[in-house]
């Protein structure tokens, strides 16, 4: 049978080293660092009323500016205290966005240099503004997504695919806005 020694030294070292560990991640915790991934509780907003109008759409891709408008709506929705509302008058800020372009460069190639599968890339433009002031709250003009998907020996499967990377890219723009325009309006609530 074999036992283990451990001394009273060896025992502070470990217990010591366990609180200085622990120590130091309350220290991060407590310096101000957020994860940009993790909303501000949208239950700390007070009621929200915004008008966003149909997205234009300054590409080739028939309907985008539709799914746009509705992915966005549908994540906004999910935000208790905003309510989205039917004319400009009525809101206190106005949602405005514009496709601006989407692409379909190469990504994987074989060893004859032919494409194996494609990126889709949406860049968009996107504003948050006070309606009665004109103040920007938040604006990025090359909101930038990506989403890569196969080439098939079908075109329609390769079609397919496509149609797919679109409508996760216009998911992923509606919920880039959403999380965008939460977090600003929490930072007005701080200031």
Same mark, same amino acid.
Do not use: V
């Given at each position: 049978?074999?036992?283990?020694?451990?001394?009273? *030294?060896t025992s502070f070292s470990m217990l010591a080293g366990v609180l200085l560990l622990l120590l130091g991640l309350t220290a991060l915790a407590a310096c101000g660092y957020q994860n940009p991934n993790v909303l501000p509780d949208t239950r700390d907003l007070p009621p929200t009323r915004i008008y966003a109008p149909m997205w234009s759409n300054a590409t080739s891709e028939t309907n985008l500016e539709v799914q746009a408008h509705g992915a966005v709506s549908d994540w906004l929705l999910?935000?208790?205290p905003i309510k989205l509302v039917a004319a400009? *008058?009525?809101?206190?800020?106005?949602?405005?966005?514009?496709?601006?372009a989407v692409r379909y460069p190469g990504f994987s190639y074989d060893r004859s240099t032919t494409a194996q599968s494609l990126n889709a890339v949406m860049t968009a433009a996107v504003s948050l503004r006070q309606r009665e002031s004109g103040r920007i709250i938040w604006q990025d003009n090359n909101l930038r997504l990506e989403e890569t998907y196969n080439l098939e020996a079908s075109v329609s499967q390769t079609d397919a695919n496509q149609r797919q990377a679109l409508n996760l890219l216009v998911d992923s723009l509606g919920e880039q806005v959403y999380l965008r325009v939460v977090r600003s309006l929490a930072n007005l609530e701080r200031q």
């Open positions: 049978m074999m036992t283990t020694n451990t001394s009273p *030294k999910q935000a208790g400009a *008058k009525e809101a206190q800020y106005l949602l405005e966005g514009r496709i601006k």
